[in-house]
């Protein structure tokens, strides 16, 4: 298609070019007066030289449509009445290519000096052979580079599928091993994209393995902490069993004993199973407005019985009224959490401080103790479920080491997060900061 257009528009050039000599030629036979039988020889060798450069035949035909001249010598002296002719004594001139000849034809007047009569015509005949020859040439040149570049391309194309796949397929056995429980790294390095393959799966498998570890340790821990009261229990009915005629108070001691161990089992229970809910409810937070202030009030509310056993002073301050989207249960379980922590941890006549305060886009909370404190090495830890840093205590107080996994949990379905401050000795500081508007 694009070589058609090619050969028509150098043909077309062709034919403005001819046009444009033969125009200067007929202003040069007007001048002359070639035709009124004047001949100076310089038109007779111009015509010989275009027919001869454009691989053509001129024709003079005059007025009486005689053949005056003929480049051709072939026809001079004869009548040429042709329609092409006679139209363009009319005024009406033609210039064509016919594509079965592979000519171009075309007629130019020759006009008298003055420019009011038609005195002559022109007839004008050219090859268009050298154009074409010159186009078919290029057509099979271009056909045998389109080839070559078609045999290279399906070369290259075949060596480089060959050299991508062989990665590729070395990445597919290996993932096909890990599908049958054979979880090891994975090194295809041959090219950046495999190499990329191989660490994004490296990096999985590492998370998928401490995702184990931590599954494995927390169903160690969970039948750890429920045989412990569950020991207790067996071996306080096996010494009542063993004792003959034991008096009524000792058993009444061991079955109070019994009791609390039961309270304890159930507490633990109760608590796994809240962590349990929280991890398998990710979407179902119970999201609704509520003021923060009045949250708070009830949480401290419900401890200060807790509080005031042991002479603590419980102290509320909040620097604004903060309305937040939050799911209430959920929020109240975990700052209950707390400062419950706050006050079990803390020193006969301590104090807790809890305040509350808000940005444009948060709302903070914050529980201050005059306790234990934390010691810096296992600040991290206390987040984890079950651990607890003084175990003794803990158990003393009723601890299952789980509340502030669930407090944690908690936070972070609000898209929120927990800061602890603490020095051994003098006391912690945990900062909780929520955003006022959830976002699913
Ligand atoms: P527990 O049920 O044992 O209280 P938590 O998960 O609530 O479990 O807390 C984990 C451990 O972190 C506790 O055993 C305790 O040693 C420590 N801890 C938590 N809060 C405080 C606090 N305010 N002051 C001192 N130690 C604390």
Same mark, same amino acid.
């Given at each position: 298609?694009?070589?058609?257009?090619?050969?028509?528009?150098?043909?077309?050039?062709?034919?403005?070019?001819?046009?444009?000599?033969?125009?200067?030629?007929?202003?040069?036979?007007?001048?002359?007066?070639?035709?009124?039988?004047?001949?100076?020889?310089?038109?007779?060798?111009?015509?010989?030289?275009?027919?001869?450069?454009?691989?053509?035949?001129?024709?003079?035909?005059?007025?009486?449509?005689?053949?005056?001249?003929?480049?051709?010598?072939?026809?001079?002296?004869?009548?040429?009445?042709?329609?092409?002719?006679?139209?363009?004594?009319?005024?009406?001139?033609?210039?064509?290519?016919?594509?079965?000849?592979?000519?171009?034809?075309?007629?130019?007047?020759?006009?008298?000096?003055?420019?009011?009569?038609?005195?002559?015509?022109?007839?004008?005949?050219?090859?268009?052979?050298?154009?074409?020859?010159?186009?078919?040439?290029?057509?099979?040149?271009?056909?045998?580079? +389109? /080839?070559?570049?078609? %045999?290279?391309?399906?070369?290259?194309?075949?060596?480089?599928? #060959?050299? =991508? &796949?062989?990665?590729? *397929?070395?990445?597919?056995?290996?993932?096909?091993?890990?599908?049958?429980?054979?979880?090891?790294?994975?090194?295809?390095?041959?090219?950046?994209?495999?190499?990329?393959?191989?660490?994004?799966?490296?990096?999985?498998?590492?998370?998928?393995?401490?995702?184990?570890?931590?599954?494995?340790?927390?169903?160690?821990?969970?039948?750890?902490?429920?045989?412990?009261?569950?020991?207790?229990?067996?071996?306080?009915?096996?010494?009542?069993?063993?004792?003959?005629?034991?008096?009524?108070?000792?058993?009444?001691?061991?079955?109070? +004993? /019994?009791?609390?161990? %039961?309270?304890?089992?159930?507490?633990?229970?109760?608590?796994? #199973?809240? =962590? &349990?809910?929280?991890? *398998?409810?990710?979407?179902?937070?119970?999201?609704?407005?509520?003021?923060?202030?009045?949250?708070?009030?009830?949480?401290?509310?419900?401890?200060?019985?807790?509080?005031?056993?042991?002479?603590?002073?419980?102290?509320?301050?909040?620097?604004?009224?903060?309305?937040?989207?939050?799911?209430?249960?959920?929020?109240?379980?975990?700052?209950?959490?707390?400062?419950?922590?706050?006050?079990?941890?803390?020193?006969?006549?301590?104090?807790?401080?809890?305040?509350?305060?808000?940005?444009?886009?948060?709302?903070?909370?914050?529980?201050?103790?005059?306790?234990?404190?934390?010691?810096?090495?296992?600040?991290?830890?206390?987040?984890?479920?079950?651990?607890?840093?003084? *175990?003794?205590?803990?158990?003393?107080?009723?601890?299952?080491?789980?509340?502030?996994?669930?407090?944690?949990?908690?936070?972070?379905?609000?898209?929120?997060?927990?800061?602890?401050?603490?020095?051994?000795?003098?006391?912690?500081?945990?900062?909780?900061?929520?955003?006022?508007?959830?976002?699913?």
């Amino acid at each position: 298609m694009l070589l058609r257009g090619n050969l028509n528009d150098q043909i077309e050039a062709k034919i403005r070019e001819l046009q444009y000599q033969c125009n200067t030629l007929s202003r040069q036979l007007s001048k002359s007066g070639y035709l009124d039988g004047r001949d100076d020889g310089t038109i007779n060798s111009t015509l010989s030289v275009l027919s001869d450069v454009y691989d053509g035949r001129i024709l003079l035909v005059s007025k009486t449509f005689k053949i005056e001249k003929d480049t051709y010598s072939i026809d001079e002296g004869k009548l040429n009445i042709s329609e092409s002719v006679l139209k363009c004594f009319q005024g009406e001139s033609l210039a064509e290519y016919s594509e079965k000849s592979r000519r171009i034809q075309m007629t130019i007047p020759v006009y008298n000096l003055a420019l009011t009569d038609v005195i002559g015509v022109m007839v004008v005949t050219s090859s268009s052979s050298s154009i074409i020859d010159m186009v078919d040439g290029y057509y099979s040149r271009a056909g045998v580079i +389109d /080839i070559v570049i078609l %045999i290279i391309s399906v070369f290259v194309a075949f060596f480089l599928s #060959l050299a =991508l &796949v062989r990665p590729l *397929k070395r990445v597919s056995d290996a993932l096909k091993k890990a599908a049958f429980g054979d979880l090891e790294p994975v090194d295809v390095g041959d090219c950046v994209e495999t190499q990329r393959i191989c660490d994004a799966y490296n990096k999985m498998l590492t998370k998928l393995k401490t995702l184990d570890e931590s599954r494995q340790e927390f169903v160690s821990n969970v039948s750890h902490e429920l045989k412990t009261p569950i020991t207790s229990i067996r071996v306080l009915a096996d010494s009542l069993m063993s004792m003959e005629d034991a008096p009524i108070e000792l058993y009444r001691e061991f079955l109070s +004993d /019994i009791s609390d161990e %039961i309270d304890r089992e159930s507490t633990i229970i109760d608590d796994l #199973l809240s =962590l &349990v809910k929280l991890d *398998k409810s990710n979407m179902e937070l119970k999201v609704t407005q509520v003021s923060i202030n009045e949250l708070l009030e009830l949480v401290l509310k419900r401890l200060r019985p807790l509080a005031k056993r042991r002479n603590i002073e419980l102290v509320f301050e909040s620097f604004r009224p903060v309305i937040g989207e939050i799911d209430e249960v959920k929020l109240t379980l975990a700052v209950t959490n707390l400062v419950e922590n706050a006050i079990k941890y803390n020193v006969d006549e301590g104090w807790v401080r809890v305040s509350l305060n808000a940005d444009h886009n948060f709302f903070y909370i914050k529980v201050q103790d005059s306790g234990l404190g934390i010691p810096e090495n296992v600040q991290d830890k206390v987040f984890e479920r079950f651990y607890r840093v003084d *175990k003794a205590r803990s158990r003393e107080t009723g601890g299952t080491g789980l509340g502030l996994a669930i407090t944690h949990s908690v936070i972070q379905l609000h898209h929120g997060a927990i800061k602890l401050y603490s020095k051994e000795g003098e006391g912690s500081t945990f900062t909780v900061r929520i955003p006022l508007i959830y976002i699913a």
